[in-house]
């Protein structure tokens, strides 16, 4: 399954406390999970820099990952990118079949 990476910035005042951040990420997930049950997580991570979440996920399809994008900004979310990403030894293949 295509792999995906959603880089997210939350807006300012949903950052301001712990407890409703936490619930408000359950209920996100709990939304993602009914709308794209065929999304497979692979990793969460809060970031430094212009994004404050990187999320990794299996899709099916690039369809899917949209959704993903769009519930996240239905949900509060400032920004919400999903990006498409191919393991390195794939994009070494793939080199080796253009550049030879």
Partial sequence: MPKFVLMTKLRTK???DAKDRRQTGKEWL???KK???DVKWLAHYAILGPYDFM????APDV???HKVSMISRSEGALTAESWQA???ESYLKILEEVCG
């Fill in 55 to 58: 999320d990794i996920y299996e």
């Fill in 30 to 32: 709990k939304k993602v």
């Fill in 35 to 37: 709308t794209c049950p």
């Fill in 86 to 88: 191919l393991d390195y």
């Fill in 63 to 65: 369809k899917t990952a």
């Fill in 14 to 16: 949903t950052l301001s």
